[in-house]
């Protein structure tokens, strides 16, 4: 089936550390693979994501790379600020039933 | 553009109340939202599927009776929890998806609805 494994938080970083939050997936087919930002308080925005293998979805400095060989999509940004603190969530949707699986999410604070 | 509203944001009230959830498509046509629950610092969980003009698709262990949805236009759908406890406080998110059901398409998320029962 499909599911979606995330790397557990919480992170905490200084301001202007480089991020990474790893995300793995299992899927039968060809997903589209999405990354979703949660500030408090709020719903989900969409951040970034990519349709097929190969793709790079990138957003407000945050990048990811739908990897096939390796069935990955880890989210990236080189200088993280404050404003970047929130919970990150990787996702996954089904092309036939129109499904979307979520991560655990993973909780983000930069300090300054 | 693809902005989804809820209403109302915040919500209290006493248990054995029934409280009606709305989620609206601002500027597109959604012929499916999807409704989840989000209890505090966990992840996003499905409770059902609204297609408009039809019921709604249930997760399992979702009581139908219990939370009812109606999808009655392409804008529109509305989550009723009935007869509230406080067991049903929490945040409710919506979201939907622009364009044909069956393909696969970015879901556009509500603000969320905090609902504290008493």
């Known amino acids: 089936g499909n599911s979606v494994t995330q790397m557990e938080g919480p992170v905490t970083l200084s301001e202007e550390a480089f991020l990474t939050i790893n995300c793995t997936y299992t899927?039968?087919?060809?997903?589209?693979l999405f990354w979703y930002v949660q500030y408090p308080g709020e719903g989900l925005q969409l951040l970034l994501k990519a349709t097929k293998a190969d793709d790079k979805g990138s957003n407000k400095g945050f990048e990811a790379t739908y990897r096939k060989e390796t069935t990955s999509f880890h989210l990236e940004k080189g200088s993280v600020q404050v404003s970047d603190s929130a919970v990150y969530f990787c996702a996954l949707s089904d092309l036939v039933g129109n499904q979307f699986y979520f991560g655990t999410g993973t909780s983000l604070t930069v300090i300054p | 553009g693809a902005v989804v509203s809820q209403h109302p944001s915040w919500v209290i009230c006493k248990s054995g109340t029934s409280v009606k959830i709305e989620c609206r498509s601002l500027?597109?046509?959604?012929?499916?939202m999807f409704w989840y629950r989000q209890f505090p610092k966990q992840s996003l969980m499905l409770m059902a599927t609204s297609n408009e003009g039809s019921k709604a698709t249930y997760e399992q262990g979702v009581e139908k009776d219990k939370f009812l949805i109606n999808h009655a236009s392409l804008t529109l759908s509305t989550l009723t929890v009935t007869s509230a406890h406080p067991e049903d406080s929490s945040f409710y998110i919506c979201?939907?998806?622009?364009?044909?059901?069956?393909?696969?398409?970015?879901?556009?998320f509500g603000p969320g609805t905090r609902l504290l029962v008493l």
């Open positions: 979201s939907a998806i622009q364009g044909k059901s069956g393909r696969s398409e970015t879901q556009y």
């Open positions: 899927a039968t087919g060809y997903p589209s």
């Open positions: 500027d597109f046509q959604a012929t499916t």
